[in-house]
């Protein structure tokens, strides 16, 4: 079983700071996705990394993979309380036909 | 609407009996899964499956049966609950192999 670690597991921050995430894994993904989740709703994808050392930007959210493809940060720039949310990633392996999540980080945005 | 619709939202049901949790999706995606969210443990796969009539387990099958007898439509069935099985259920589904996936808004069933 892959499995993928994401630190930390709560982080309760200030608007207008900024933070970052972690998901890790011993695993190599052939691709890696991120989630939000808000409560009583399902997740919803933010973004897809595949390459190694891919840097993509949602807005004030930067997303970055691994150059080995076994771990990825986000970064979110001068947090708002709207950002406040479950953050979930999951790893894929090439013809596995499911993905492994991680357990997630519960980020709460203070005004 | 096209989307993937779960239902009931919510169930509370009594260890030892049988309950059925739905799944439809209206996207004719190829890829269906059934994942069980609990504190601590994230997203745990159940049952998927990759077309009508195939299905394979996943990281947590015990005590879960499913089917696909169209591609729309993927029930989870709890034969016998136990109280081990209170969590949020989510159903997912995904076009491709290895693509995003889409999620349900999830069933909270209580087993007590």
């Known amino acids: 079983t892959q499995l993928l670690e994401q630190s930390p597991q709560f982080l309760s921050i200030q608007e207008g700071e900024n933070l970052t995430v972690y998901c890790n894994s011993s695993?190599?993904?052939?691709?890696l996705q991120w989630y939000r989740q808000e409560p009583g709703e399902g997740p919803v994808l933010l973004v897809t990394?595949?390459?190694?050392?891919e840097v993509k930007k949602l807005k004030r959210l930067t997303f970055q993979f691994g150059d080995a493809r076994k771990d990825s940060s986000l970064h979110i720039t001068a947090a708002q309380p709207g950002d406040t949310g479950l953050y979930l990633c999951?790893?894929?392996?090439?013809?596995?036909?499911?993905?492994?999540f991680g357990d997630g980080t519960t980020l709460t945005v203070k005004p | 609407d096209a989307g993937i619709t779960q239902s009931p939202r919510y169930k509370i049901t009594e260890t030892g009996r049988q309950v059925t949790l739905m799944c439809h999706q209206t996207w004719s995606h190829s890829y269906m899964f059934w994942y069980r969210q609990d504190l601590g443990h994230g997203l745990r796969l159940i049952y998927y499956s990759a077309a009508a009539d195939i299905t394979d387990k996943g990281e947590v099958p015990d005590g879960y049966v499913v089917s696909r007898s169209k591609t729309e439509n993927f029930p989870l069935t709890l034969e016998s609950a136990t109280r081990s099985q209170t969590s949020v259920y989510f159903c997912a589904s995904s076009s491709v192999q290895d693509s995003p996936l889409h999620f349900g808004n999830g069933t909270r069933l209580t087993v007590t």
């Open positions: 990394v595949v390459t190694g050392g």
């Open positions: 695993s190599v993904f052939s691709s």
């Open positions: 999951a790893g894929d392996n090439t013809n596995a036909g499911k993905s492994t």
